[in-house]
């Protein structure tokens, strides 16, 4: 029975994956910064751990007491949409923290027991935002680029050794609340500037009546997807969306 880690579990696409690879039948260890039990089935093959993916100590803790996995999902992220002119760079190197840093510091910790076994697989989650121009998403949008940057030359690395990398980019997931939390998680000096405010609130519009959406489900299936795929594709869109701007692109 196959072993799978996958980080911010707490809600949202990271809730689903672990919910979709248990129903499959693998055993789960689902990372939350601040654990919720209750929010995952009560499994004796489901096992919630605490888990900071910006402290290298919690990163550590984490894998000494789970041992063994066959597969690191990396999926805790931030959320981040405003005008750059006025997010603090405070701000944005905490986006980077968790996005991106987080990804690679849980990509370093679980390479050495994939290479000595020679398989294993990681799989990042970014975002739709890397498949075309978005606005009041360029910090977001960065850290999300750069683990998509990340993730292709990882591929090239570990192929040798049997171990795959892959991307999953989710489309926009209404339920997932992301501007309502990215503008909970503002400051004060994070709002939109006036100057900028009737262009903003078209862009915001504009995304919300959209016609096509990704559901959480469409996520948890295409991590799946990614995890079993053997054919040497690295990035995986998903929901409609997604693939819409990935045809397109």
Not at 84 to 104: D, H, K, S, Y
Not at 176 to 189: I, R
Request: charged share 20%; aromatic share 8%; hydrophobic share 45%.
């Amino acid at each position: 029975m196959k072993t799978v880690l996958i980080t911010g579990t707490s809600s949202g696409y990271g809730r689903e994956s672990a919910r979709y690879f248990h129903a499959q039948g693998w055993n789960v260890i689902a990372a939350m910064r601040t654990p919720r039990p209750d929010v995952l089935p009560s499994s004796p093959r489901l096992r919630v751990i605490e888990l900071d993916v910006t402290r290298p100590g919690s990163i550590t803790a984490a894998f000494e007491t789970v041992g063994p996995v066959d597969v690191l999902v990396n999926n805790a992220g931030v959320p981040c949409m405003g005008v750059f002119e006025n997010t603090p760079m405070a701000r944005v190197r905490e986006v980077f923290e968790t996005n991106t840093f987080g990804v690679m510091a849980m990509t370093q910790a679980v390479l050495p027991q994939f290479r000595e076994r020679g398989s294993g697989v990681v799989v990042n989650v970014t975002s739709s935002v890397v498949l075309g121009h978005m606005p009041l998403t360029a910090v977001y949008k960065a850290s999300k680029m750069a683990v998509e940057g990340f993730t292709a030359s990882l591929a090239l690395e570990l192929a040798p050794f049997g171990v795959r990398a892959r991307t999953v980019e989710p489309g926009a997931c209404l339920t997932t609340n992301f501007a309502a939390n990215a503008a909970k998680n503002a400051s004060p000096d994070e709002q939109v500037p006036a100057p900028y405010a009737p262009w903003a609130d078209k862009a915001m519009d504009d995304f919300t009546r959209q016609e096509l959406f990704t559901k959480e489900s469409d996520v948890a299936e295409t991590v799946w997807r990614a995890v079993h795929d053997t054919t040497g594709q690295l990035r995986f869109p998903a929901g409609p969306d997604a693939v819409a701007l990935s045809q397109a692109k």
